[in-house]
């Protein structure tokens, strides 16, 4: 249930929801809440991230390649390489983050 995921404040973004529960080995699903101007920071981990925006604008910048998305867009990228994520525009934003290990 929506209602019992566990929930944990990353410092520099927001809200993060663990939509699996924090229980998979091979997988992760979180769901990122953040206010307008907030950022992840730069930050790297294993695994390929699959990114699908659900609500607001969000820009993504992995090293030279920055990209901005809006609701349905789709984003992968490998999660060693440092990366950072930033809510842009007036609105809330909320992103669906898939990690996947590296088998």
Same mark, same amino acid.
Do not use: K
């Given at each position: 249930? #929506?209602?019992? !995921? ?11 929801? $663990? =939509?699996?529960? &924090?229980?998979? +080995? ?9 206010? #307008?101007?907030? !950022? ?11 990114? $699908? =925006?659900?609500? &607001?604008?969000? +820009? ?26 930033? =809510? ?16």
């Amino acid at each position: 249930m #929506a209602a019992d !995921r566990p929930r944990e404040e990353h410092e520099g973004l927001g809200r993060v929801e $663990l =939509v699996d529960g &924090g229980a998979g +080995r091979d997988v992760s699903i979180v769901e990122a809440v953040a206010a #307008a101007g907030r !950022r992840a920071g730069i930050h790297a981990h294993t695994g390929d991230e699959h990114h $699908l =925006v659900l609500s &607001g604008r969000w +820009r993504m910048s992995q090293g030279e390649h920055v990209v901005e998305l809006g609701p349905g867009d789709y984003l992968r990228w490998d999660g060693a390489i440092p990366h950072d994520a930033e =809510v842009i525009g007036p609105d809330e934003g909320r992103v669906l983050i898939i990690t996947l290990a590296h088998g």
